[in-house]
């Protein structure tokens, strides 16, 4: 694959494996084991019948006829909401407890941000039958306290991250200090394509499902396989990842990534990380990130948890450097508009992460046999709270 990774764990110029002393055993043995162990038959087996049975896959690609006439395009939806626990990020963690039951573990860890990740790591815990604790940031568990009931009822133990911004970036780096100290029995299950390599080449395997079913689906559509454009918000960037992975090497389709700009990117609170980020090393990979001219990362700002963060992935630091993708950014403000927009043209409340995605169809121009398709990575019921305050309702 042309944009894929290379044996030493990098695209391009980043990624790697950037790890205290005490973590390399872990992240060695997960180096060495994961590709084997993914692409066994009998984990095939089961990851496919999972995603079937329990998650409910494929996720529909639905033809937004509303949405096409306003924007003057053919716009599908990927309907990763539709998903048991509403979003993609089930799809990683099914992958991740299975590798971790082959590995032996026995407790599992993660960070999470819009919680998304928690409840569908406290999901599978529970299927599994193995203990689970969850890091989030004192502000996340506060804006995203349906979230918190959820992993909580799922059996989880919800642990506030206190330091800096107090989210997403402070709950990694909690879960990462929990690991340095359980490096034998737990397996640390990272909710999108950051962190030390293999981590960003797994959760974009896992996340590949999204890319793969869109292929056929839009084949069935349209007769076509390639859409013109694909878009997805970017937190990490896993459900981008999972939505260019199958079109990558499809140089025709254009593939857009969407951050959060926050207030504004030069408010002094933004999440733009490509636009204000510079190359660096963040939670185990190089990559681009936000940071001082003493490289101290800079606390990120997003209304939206699962944006909230200074840095992206590295397979996607090294897509924004060579132009493979686009990368752009919209506000707080722009992204309420849209998700509303949505709930009225479309009867579907996105996540606010998914609004961003939304919201950048407002700047595009299209051509009117235009096939785009937007990743809808999430549902919205855990932000009623914020739309409900911003709106007014
Ligand atoms: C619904 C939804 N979309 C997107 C994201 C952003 O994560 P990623 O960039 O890894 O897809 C999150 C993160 O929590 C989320 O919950």
């Not at 716009?75 to 909401?81: A, M, S, W, Y």
């Not at 133990?157 to 100290?181: C, F, H, M, Y």
């Not at 951050?259 to 999440?271: M, Q």
Request: glycine fraction near 10%.
């Amino acid at each position: 694959m042309k944009y894929g990774v290379n044996e030493q764990g990098y695209y391009g110029d980043f990624g790697g494996a950037y790890i205290p002393e005490m973590l390399y055993p872990n992240v060695e043995e997960l180096r060495q084991q994961y590709l084997t162990i993914i692409n066994d038959d009998s984990f095939k087996a089961e990851f496919n019948q999972l995603l079937k049975d329990y998650v409910g896959r494929p996720s529909p690609l639905y033809y937004a006829k509303r949405y096409s006439e306003k924007y003057g395009a053919n716009i599908f939806f990927k309907r990763e909401d539709l998903n048991h626990t509403g979003s993609h990020k089930i799809n990683n963690a099914i992958g991740q407890i299975l590798l971790a039951k082959r590995l032996n573990k026995k407790r599992i860890i993660a960070e999470t941000g819009a919680g998304q990740h928690g409840v569908a790591t406290a999901t599978v815990c529970a299927l599994m039958g193995i203990e689970c604790v969850v890091y989030m940031g004192e502000i996340d568990m506060a804006r995203q306290a349906p979230n918190v009931s959820r992993m909580k009822m799922l059996g989880a133990k919800v642990v506030p991250a206190t330091s800096g911004s107090k989210t997403l970036k402070d709950a990694t780096n909690e879960a990462l200090r929990d690991w340095i100290g359980n490096p034998v029995d737990t397996h640390y299950i990272i909710g999108s394509v950051v962190g030390p390599y293999p981590y960003p080449d797994m959760v974009a395997r896992f996340q590949s499902i999204i890319s793969l079913e869109t292929k056929k689906q839009l084949f069935e559509h349209t007769g076509k396989e390639l859409p013109e454009y694909v878009m997805a918000c970017v937190g990490g960037g896993s459900n981008a990842m999972g939505m260019f992975y199958h079109f990558l090497d499809d140089e025709s389709v254009k593939l857009v990534a969407v951050e959060a700009a926050g207030k504004g990117v030069d408010s002094g609170h933004s999440a733009a990380t490509t636009f204000l980020g510079k190359e660096g090393v963040l939670h185990g990979s190089r990559t681009i990130l936000m940071q001082t001219d003493d490289g101290q990362v800079v606390e990120p700002y997003s209304i939206s948890a699962g944006l909230d963060y200074p840095g992206i992935g590295p397979q996607h630091a090294h897509l924004y450097k060579i132009n493979r993708a686009q990368y752009v950014s919209v506000t707080d403000d722009e992204a309420l508009q849209a998700g509303l927009l949505c709930c009225q043209l479309e009867g579907i409340i996105p996540a606010i992460e998914t609004a961003h995605a939304l919201a950048q169809l407002e700047k595009m121009k299209f051509s009117p046999t235009d096939n785009v398709v937007v990743c809808i990575s999430g549902r919205g019921d855990k932000d009623l709270d914020t739309y409900i305050k911003y709106f007014g309702y």
